[in-house]
């Protein structure tokens, strides 16, 4: 296998060490050189990076919400200077803004193999029929960039069916595979077997409105008033966004004295909260890629209570491993957990279902060879 050099473009160190650093790691002992794009700080530490001699870029006008067409315009143009200096063989870009205009600059420059990976949809390709004018136009001008830029693309992953069929309806002129998730570390993520002797509920990701975190804000003040006992743990940062204050308002009065409320905030120590919840609960309102928390805690053998939305429901086997949920108020979620609480040997067995699809589907190693594979086999 021929050796490449490959700029990999993302939107934050954060993500990057979430996300891709497994993958980063296996191009780079297979000999492949790897330099990486994506916002950071000087706070932010790279050592990570450092470690495997990857080159980590910044990029000063990335941002990771809002649509602002100066910004934006800046941040091409820092996109298109970076690709001219690096000169890779190969460009990959994650998540939708450092897709958009990365294949533009690459498509420019010539640059003959251009990937992107969309994990999810997003909240402004689920607003095309919005009925606010502002919300509807930036969500058209959205999808028309997309549809353009992924054009561009050589090839195009995707995490899920339903985005398969969406980016192909769009009229997508590229070739896209469905990668079926970015995988888990079946090794360091292992089962647990004990659950908590009192029924406790889980949440991963960003604390915000498109998540579906009011869902269990309901939930938690609708279970204090049956006075039951139950624990909750969120694990995520709030989204930086003005829309997201009266969330985050709400949030802080509804776990304040409360202590069957624990709030970890970002959360590196992954296996000791899967350790403390009995089921993980995830009422996105969007399209997501195929989450990655559901793996982690379909790899730990927690069941999943999900919303129907594309990358939660084709994960899901409704009452194998967990539920979906059409309806996502509190109360239909509050009677998938009593069921669960009430009856032990089929949360065990739920639990023993998820590990198994875990194995089955979500290796962390497959998932990077079949990565390596798009990334790579191009001549």
Known sequence: ??????????????????????LIKTLVENGHCVELA????????????????????????????????????????????????????????????????????????????????????????????NKKKLIKLKSKVMQILIKFSLSLSNRVIVLNDDDKK????LGVKSNIYMLDGIGV????????KVFPK?????????LSESKGVHNILDLIEYARAKNLNWKFYFA????????????????LQVIKGNKNVEWFGFCDDIDTFFKKISILVLPSKYGEGLPRSLMES???????????????????????????????????????????????NLLQQMSKNARYKAKKRFSLNQKNIEQIQILIDYD
Do not use: C
């Not at 570390?185 to 647990?192: Q, R």
């Open 236 to 251: 995520g940062d709030f989204e930086d966004s003005e829309k997201n204050l009266e969330l985050k308002k709400r949030f």
């Open 38 to 129: 994506v916002k950071y700080n000087e706070k932010t530490s790279i050592a990570a990076f450092n470690k495997l001699n990857v080159k980590v870029h910044n990029l000063s006008f990335m941002r990771q919400y809002g649509f602002n067409p100066i910004i934006e315009l800046l941040l091409i143009i820092e996109i298109f200077i970076l690709q001219l200096k690096v000169k890779p063989d190969v460009v990959f870009s994650y998540f939708i803004k450092p897709s958009i205009w990365s294949m533009i600059a690459s498509k420019i420059l010539s640059i003959k193999n251009r990937v992107s990976m969309i994990e999810g949809r997003g909240s402004y390709l689920y607003n095309i029929d």
């Open 198 to 206: 009192i029924m406790s509920v889980g949440f991963i990701g960003r």
């Open 185 to 192: 570390d079946l090794v360091n993520y292992t089962y647990i």
């Open 298 to 344: 379909f790899a730990f053998g927690r069941p999943v209570i999900g919303s129907m939305s594309p990358g939660i429901a084709g994960a899901i086997d409704d009452g194998i491993d967990g539920f979906r949920l059409r309806d996502l108020n509190h109360k239909s979620i509050y009677n998938k957990i009593l069921l669960l609480e009430n009856n032990f």
């Open 1 to 22: 296998m021929k050796k490449r050099k490959i700029l990999i473009i993302g939107n934050s160190l954060r993500t990057a060490v979430l996300f891709r650093y497994s």
């Open 166 to 169: 969406y980016f192909e309806e």
